[in-house]
Nanobody, 124 residues
Framework: QVQLVESGGGLVQAGGSLRLSCAASGRSFSYYALAWFRQAPGKEREFVAGISWSGGSTHSADSVKGRFTISMDKAKNTVYLQMNSLKPEDTAVYYC?????????????????WGQGTRVTVSS
């Protein structure tokens, strides 16, 4: 069993930055791929960025590429999402997710564990 707890959300002006953290407990990240998803009001949950269990492979959605960076600190069992140049359309609840197996997937149903989410609001 893996428990995921996100933090770091908040209110920020357009163009600003935030760093989200996702701390895992229960077991280490070994052989778990991690990802960040987000869900805006009235919209489906969408993939934002993923990282393989080794940390050697990452992928970001086109909508955030060049602005968001996912990273992992295995010693701390924590995955991060650095978000720069934020836009109002980035406003959403951001969720951390983990899946058994080595690599991230783009669909929410591929993930076994979810955090409770952290809200990000970007004002224009």
């Amino acid at each position: 069993q893996v428990q995921l707890v996100e933090s770091g959300g908040g209110l920020v002006q357009a163009g600003g930055s935030l760093r989200l953290s996702c701390a895992a407990s229960g077991r280490s990240f070994s052989y778990y791929a991690l990802a960040w998803f987000r869900q805006a009001p009235g919209k489906e949950r969408e993939f934002v960025a993923g990282i393989s269990w080794s940390g050697g492979s990452t992928h970001s959605a086109d909508s955030v590429k060049g602005r968001f960076t996912i990273s992992m600190d295995k010693a701390k069992n924590t995955v991060y999402l650095q978000m720069n140049s934020l836009k109002p359309e980035d406003t959403a609840v951001y969720y951390c997710a983990a899946r058994r197996g080595g690599y991230y997937q783009l669909q929410p149903h591929e993930y076994d564990y979810w955090g409770q989410g952290t809200r990000v609001t970007v004002s224009s």
